[in-house]
């Protein structure tokens, strides 16, 4: 993995305070692109210097990105090789094993755990790889073989989907790297059983950032009436019917994804108190409030509607839009839970468009709690796309 280390340099009058002081990325308008650094392969592993030449880290580079270069270590001389790997992977694999009893969760996220732009979800003896940058396609079948020396796991699925790698100028091929890739998997969480498509699925399968949000819905939602809007496999239902919920509704535009939800139902054993709807979040919504439907409890968990800054507004008046919409069907004393995974989108500005779409559904509300991604989801602390995941819990009368 190692050879004669290229330099790459900030721009004379670019401060090198971030960089100095934690930040992972420097763009390609903060660097010197004369031909010879644009010739550099992408991934290629670089030293980093300030304009004065003095050192700031070593880290991969690549020249068709916006990103041009993510910091994987700030020590110069550091060696990025297969030693450094299997500490980097160790490292997230010791926390995760103080979080959790059962090997189900996310192993490696990205920049906060020292792996800029590589995913790594665990379901048992199966790892999810998603590499999102170019030094972690370079280096894919070290890491890969890595998962399995220093984690124990016995197959290793690539996913290449997700619009992170066309920034990076990657493809979209996925693949088995390592063993035998089942289509599906169950993963256990909150007491509940849920089916995760490996192959054909969003993201790695499933979203365990979600898992303590469901597990404090699933204490508000006891003995009562939920319904779960844009439940992709029955995340927030089956973890409520699990904790005692009467009666849980999952609502998604996806028929496959519906279909494992169901699945997941009769493994764990709810599939009498569980049903779905098939269609337009919205319009399924306000079908049910047509006919006067009310729940207990009302969670809308949909996809990225401000995935990055030019969807920002439109994404806004969505996050406004679902709380207005999901108001409506939850009963005087009930709950409404609404997430948003939008990084472009801070928690401040999403509670002030939610209370205001609460608002003009004609309903008052105290806020109960404030939920944020789990912790095998670590926070970069100079990065604040790392805490994208946000989710309050709202009591209305």
């Not at 090997?103 to 800029?116: M, N, Q, S, T, V």
């Not at 993963?187 to 054909?200: H, L, T």
């Not at 535009?253 to 269609?279: D, I, W």
């Amino acid at each position: 993995m190692t050879d004669i280390m290229p330099t790459i340099r900030l721009l004379p009058k670019q401060s090198p305070l971030p960089l100095r002081y934690g930040a992972p990325w420097a763009y390609s308008d903060q660097l010197v692109l004369d031909r010879r650094t644009k010739a550099l392969s992408p991934g290629r592993i670089v030293a980093l210097v300030d304009g004065e030449k003095r050192f700031l880290g070593v880290g991969a580079f690549n020249p068709n990105s916006k990103i041009a270069f993510r910091m994987l270590e700030r020590a110069e001389g550091t060696e990025i090789n297969a030693d450094w790997l299997r500490g980097k992977i160790s490292k997230a694999l010791e926390l995760r094993g103080q979080l959790f009893d059962t090997p189900f969760y996310r192993l490696i996220h990205a920049e906060a755990d020292g792996l800029p732009g590589l995913v790594v979800d665990r379901f048992g003896d199966l790892a999810v790889l998603q590499p999102n940058a170019a030094w972690a396609e370079v280096l894919l079948p070290q890491i890969a073989a890595t998962l399995v020396d220093a984690a124990g796991v016995k197959a290793v699925w690539k996913n290449a989907s997700g619009r992170t790698r066309a920034l990076e100028g990657l493809g979209d091929i996925s693949e088995v790297l390592v063993g035998d890739v089942p289509d599906t998997v169950d993963v256990p969480m909150n007491g509940a059983v849920y089916r995760a498509d490996i192959r054909s699925g969003q993201k790695t399968g499933i979203f365990f950032d979600q898992r303590t949000n469901h597990a404090f819905a699933a204490r508000l939602a006891a003995n009562g009436t939920v319904l779960d809007v844009f439940s992709h496999v029955g995340g927030f239902a089956l973890a409520a019917l699990a904790g005692g919920a009467k009666r849980a509704v999952s609502i998604d535009s996806s028929a496959p994804a519906l279909a494992l939800a169901e699945a997941g139902a009769e493994k764990t054993g709810v599939s009498e108190r569980f049903s779905t709807r098939q269609g337009d979040a919205f319009a399924e919504m306000e079908a049910l409030a047509s006919k006067g439907e009310l729940f207990d409890t009302v969670i809308c968990d949909p996809p990225a509607f401000a995935p990055a800054k030019p969807a920002l507004e439109a994404g806004l008046r969505a996050y406004e839009r679902v709380a207005r919409r999901a108001a409506s069907l939850v009963r005087s004393g009930g709950y409404l839970v609404l997430c948003s995974c939008s990084h472009a989108v801070d928690l401040q500005r999403f509670r002030e468009v939610s209370l205001r779409g609460v608002s003009k559904a004609g309903r008052a509300c105290q806020i109960v709690h404030t939920g944020a991604a789990g912790p095998d989801h670590p926070v970069h602390p100079s990065l604040a796309e790392s805490s994208y995941l946000k989710a309050i819990f709202l009591r209305l009368s």
